[in-house]
């Protein structure tokens, strides 16, 4: 529990850093009306997020409120079984995501302009079956807590690895 604990916690450490600059940049964003192209766009890769799955931040600051991600992620990309704390909402752009919810067991296909809603605490996961753009949402600062099949809590390492994908370094901790 104390590695999910510092995996956590270095998550959300590398995650305001790496959007500093970003935020920075934006800063403003949020004080009045602006428009963005997608030509503006600098994707990255988030730590404890697939590398295939990048994004940019839009607008607000995951690590302390709500934000606005847009998302490139790649044909065969799988976001294993995870939860977060805030509500996820998710509107694809484009290409095609199969998304699946624990709960209710079931499956679906999404494409240009559907939307889905993940509750708090909600265990789902995604895989996109193309190439895709996504918007996504959080109504509050950014997490993710990735589970096993029983829905224990691992590290962002071991969910990865069981769906052969890897992630973005961590610093370690001084």
Same mark, same amino acid.
């Given at each position: ?38 030509? &503006? ?88 079956? &193309? ?44």
């Amino acid at each position: 529990m104390k590695l999910i604990n510092q995996t956590k916690a270095l998550f959300t450490i590398m995650l305001a850093m790496i959007m500093a600059a970003a935020i920075t940049t934006n800063a403003q964003d949020t004080m009045h009306s602006f428009v963005r192209s997608q030509s &503006e766009v600098k994707y990255i890769a988030f730590p404890g997020l697939p590398t295939c799955a990048q994004g940019a931040l839009q607008s607000g600051n995951p690590a302390t409120g709500p934000s606005f991600i847009i998302s490139k992620v790649s044909k065969g990309c799988i976001i294993p079984w995870h939860w977060h704390t805030p509500n996820e909402y998710l509107i694809v752009i484009s290409g095609a995501v199969t998304m699946n919810m624990k709960d209710e067991g079931s499956s679906m296909t999404m494409r240009s302009g559907d939307f889905a809603l993940m509750a708090s605490h909600h265990i789902h996961q995604l895989q996109c079956t &193309e190439d895709c753009v996504l918007y996504v949402y959080s109504d509050a600062p950014f997490d993710i807590h990735y589970v096993d099949k029983q829905g224990k809590e691992i590290s962002p390492d071991d969910a990865l690895k069981a769906v052969n994908e890897t992630t973005v370094s961590m610093p370690a901790k001084k």
